[in-house]
């Protein structure tokens, strides 16, 4: 198992920054990626970024320029810097890891609010 704890969201200006982390615990070797993901009520929740043990980034389109995902593996901690905020960014970000037994195991944090007011 793999346990996921992120900080660091709140409310912030449009134009304003803000950066998210996610500590990881537990089955950390079992991790080949990690990600995030928001929500926003009455959606489905949507991809945002994610970066491989390779080191390989993938954004949503949504986010490219604005957003960077960024890893610490000595500290199993993850990253998503997120600059020039706009309205429609708000949402609660979910961390995610992915791997386990399987390789395919989604793990997720417990959410963290970021509202951006216009």
């Known amino acids: 198992q793999v346990q996921l704890v992120e900080s660091g969201g709140g409310l912030v200006q449009a134009g304003g920054s803000l950066r998210l982390s996610c500590a990881a615990s537990?089955?950390?070797?079992?991790?080949?990626?990690m990600g995030w993901y928001r929500q926003v009520p009455g959606k489905q929740r949507e991809f945002v970024a994610r970066?491989?043990?390779?080191?390989?980034?993938k954004y949503a389109d949504s986010v490219k320029g604005r957003f960077t995902i960024s890893r610490d593996n000595a500290k199993s901690t993850e990253y998503l810097q997120m600059n020039s905020l706009k309205p429609e960014d708000t949402a609660v970000y979910y961390c995610?890891?992915?791997?386990?037994?399987?390789?395919?195991?989604?793990?997720w944090g417990q959410g963290t609010q970021v509202t951006v007011s216009s």
């Open positions: 995610n890891a992915r791997g386990g037994q399987t390789g395919l195991d989604d793990y």
């Open positions: 970066i491989t043990n390779g080191g390989s980034l």
């Open positions: 537990g089955s950390i070797f079992s991790i080949n990626a």
